[in-house]
C-alpha cells in the first residue's frame, strides 16, 4: 500500500470530540513520518501536527495545543489526530501527508517534505 487515506470527519457540535484516522504506506524501502494539515475556504493550508515514523516525536502548533493530540500504532501503520474542545474555526478539510524519513524514526521533517498525500476529510464544526 503506498497511498495516503484518511478517514473520521464529521459534523460535530462546538466542544465536541472527533478522531481522525489516516493510513500510511507500509513499505519495506521505507519509514514514514506523517503530518495532519488543514484548509478552510478561503485560507492557505497550515500545518496542525506532526508525528515521528515511530511515534516518539510529536508537535502541534500553538492554536490546537491542549485540544489536539497525534499517536500512532506502528503495527497498523496507522495516524491519528485526536481533536476535543473543538470550535468552529477548526471547520476545514483535514489532509494527511507522508514524509519519508530514510529510517530516521524519530525525526520530524520539514513541511516541504511531505511528498504523499490523501483526499482530505471534512471536518464541520457547527450547533
Known amino acids: 500500500q503506498s497511498q495516503v487515506m484518511e478517514s473520521g470527519g464529521d459534523l460535530v457540535q462546538p466542544g465536541g470530540s472527533l478522531r481522525l484516522s489516516c493510513l500510511i504506506p507500509?513499505?519495506?524501502?521505507?519509514?514514514?513520518?506523517a503530518g495532519w494539515f488543514r484548509q478552510a475556504p478561503g485560507k492557505e493550508r497550515e500545518g496542525v501536527g506532526y508525528?515521528?515514523?515511530?511515534?516518539?516525536?510529536?508537535y502541534e502548533i500553538e492554536s490546537v495545543k491542549r485540544r489536539f493530540t497525534l499517536s500512532r500504532d506502528v503495527a497498523k501503520n496507522t495516524v491519528y489526530l485526536h481533536m476535543s474542545r473543538l470550535k468552529p474555526e477548526d471547520t476545514a478539510t483535514y489532509y494527511c501527508?507522508?514524509?519519508?524519513?530514510?529510517?530516521?524514526?524519530?525525526?520530524?521533517?520539514?513541511?516541504?517534505?511531505?511528498?504523499?498525500w490523501g483526499r482530505g476529510t471534512q471536518v464541520t464544526v457547527s450547533s
Open positions: 508525528i515521528s515514523a515511530d511515534g516518539t516525536n510529536t
Open positions: 507500509d513499505l519495506q524501502s521505507e519509514v514514514y513520518a
Open positions: 501527508a507522508a514524509a519519508p524519513t530514510h529510517f530516521r524514526s524519530s525525526y520530524l521533517p520539514r513541511n516541504e517534505e511531505y511528498s504523499t
